[in-house]
């Protein structure tokens, strides 16, 4: 017998996303068969299956915490947002269009069957003004009449309100769903909050589930609001602490408009100083500099023009600082961009040029597929891990044709004394062997020591904070389990 569970946040990035990924993982771990879903998700972090059908990086973290291999079904609706209000948007793992918001609500009502479709195949094996064409939210909630629990995020403040509120606002027949309240991110003694929590189910008549302190957890973000934990200063108080402060090596990655997929680079962060940087401020004295992902390369590469942020990236590889692409940032590193109306109209477009490369975006197709490579690129980088594999998996628009030597098998160019990469491969930094070779380049380059990062499970982790925290039998009782 299929049983769910609905977990919504007051706004977003308030922690929903991983209080279903501890369930998960606690699911798994009482020897339950158990899958995650979100009927819609916006995000440019995503994933892709091993059929190469593209999902939600949140849904895929949360498969992994269930002990299950990712499928497009768990997210049947993906949307990348490219600008201009317009987002592409992927529908059981296939680009279909491009879509205004306008014309993506005038279509609402097909997509529910995309979503009833994916609820059903998976049995087998939310703001006010959206209520009526909330998919994410309130259609799958008041589909599966399931019993809800509501997360509020601490950090942002007004939680309480935000609570009481969201319950007060909640349509007359969802409200009854609501069978538990989250407070999540709290720093401090949560006994201090006792009078509050008192109050709030008092209210609401809701009771509170548990306070879940603030976790710093080596799992994957899931959007780009993440980013603004992140700042522009990279590591922060325990973090910095843990990396060795001043002592670590410093690497500046380029904040575009349209970044995606920055997940590629939190491996990094509990080993250096990462720091994102947006076009047109000081890029500093970084020991290297990581260009991303984007949804757009053309027009994030006319902004970093317009920023004069490729000048400096350009005099930082003159001193010899390592530069690095991946995904749209190796297509920005080429000689030049040929666009026949694919990514913003007709044009072509000269690129850093410190790659013999051309990229051509000429038809409406998307390479999404996992891939294994071998080191194939030479360099005071690549050199020392020749002939070793690499995996990771690629998500692009366009073609890129390369005069330089390949760094990874067929994939990706290396240019001219080894220290300037590009390549397709997202997760490149999953892979130890590559992850030491670049940061033991820098720390080398440096003089200074390097310090490994602790080494830990952050789904087994969150599991446990999970259930010191929050009142799981209540939990198990809704569930019926």
């Not at 296939?94 to 195949?121: L, N, T």
């Not at 942002?156 to 319950?167: E, K």
């Not at 603004?228 to 108080?237: H, I, P, R």
């Not at 026949?340 to 051309?358: H, K, M, T, Y």
Request: aromatic share 6%; net charge negative; charged share 25%.
């Amino acid at each position: 017998m299929t049983r769910f569970i609905v977990v919504l946040g007051t706004t977003s990035h308030s922690g929903k996303s991983t209080i279903v990924a501890a369930l998960c993982r606690i699911l798994r771990n009482r020897g339950l068969k158990v899958a995650p879903f979100k009927s819609q998700n916006m995000s440019l972090n995503s994933w892709v299956t091993y059929d190469g059908k593209e999902m939600g990086i949140a849904q895929a973290v949360q498969a992994w915490a269930a002990g299950v291999e990712p499928e497009e079904v768990m997210n049947p609706i993906l949307l990348k947002p490219k600008g201009d209000r317009t987002s592409q948007v992927i529908v059981f793992g296939v680009p279909v269009a491009d879509m205004s918001a306008e014309e993506y609500y005038r279509g609402i009502e097909g997509m529910k069957s995309v979503v009833d479709r994916a609820i059903e195949e998976l049995s087998g094996e939310a703001e006010i003004n959206l209520y009526d064409r909330d998919i994410a939210n309130i259609y799958v909630a008041r589909k599966l009449a399931a019993p809800i629990i509501l997360v509020g995020d601490i950090e942002r403040g007004g939680v309480f309100a935000s609570l009481y509120g969201t319950v007060a606002l909640l349509p007359a027949d969802i409200r009854p769903l609501v069978c538990g309240l989250v407070i999540n991110k709290f720093r401090g003694d949560p006994a201090i909050l006792e009078p509050g929590l008192a109050m709030l189910e008092e209210l609401t008549g809701v009771p509170v589930l548990g306070v879940m302190p603030y976790l710093d957890l080596a799992l994957p973000s899931e959007d780009s609001v993440s980013l603004g934990d992140k700042g522009g200063g990279g590591f922060q108080g325990a973090k910095r602490e843990e990396a060795g402060g001043s002592e670590a090596v410093d690497i500046a990655v380029i904040r575009l408009a349209r970044i995606s997929n920055f997940t590629d680079f939190e491996p990094l962060e509990r080993e250096g100083n990462l720091r994102y940087v947006t076009p047109g401020q000081p890029l500093g004295r970084p020991d290297a500099v990581i260009i991303p992902g984007t949804k757009n390369t053309v027009a994030d590469l006319l902004e970093l023009r317009r920023r004069g942020t490729d000048r400096e990236i350009l005099a930082l590889r003159d001193e010899g600082v390592p530069v690095l692409g991946i995904c749209g940032g190796y297509q920005i590193l080429g000689r030049e961009i040929v666009d026949q109306g694919i990514e913003d109209g007709d044009s072509v477009v000269a690129g850093l040029g410190l790659l013999n490369s051309e990229t051509r975006f000429d038809r409406y197709e998307k390479r999404t597929v996992q891939a294994e490579k071998t080191v194939t690129g030479d360099g005071p980088i690549l050199g020392p891990i020749k002939g070793e594999k690499v995996s990771g998996y690629e998500i692009h628009m366009g073609v890129t044709t390369s005069q330089d030597p390949p760094a990874f098998g067929d994939d990706g160019g290396v240019g001219g004394d080894g220290l300037v990469i590009g390549t397709y491969l997202h997760g490149i930094f999953q892979n130890r062997n590559f992850r030491d070779a670049f940061l033991d380049h820098l720390y080398r380059r440096k003089n200074l020591p390097r310090r490994s990062a602790p080494v830990g499970d952050g789904y087994d982790e969150l599991a446990k904070a999970a259930e010191i925290h929050l009142d799981m039998k209540r939990i198990w009782d809704m569930m019926e389990i």
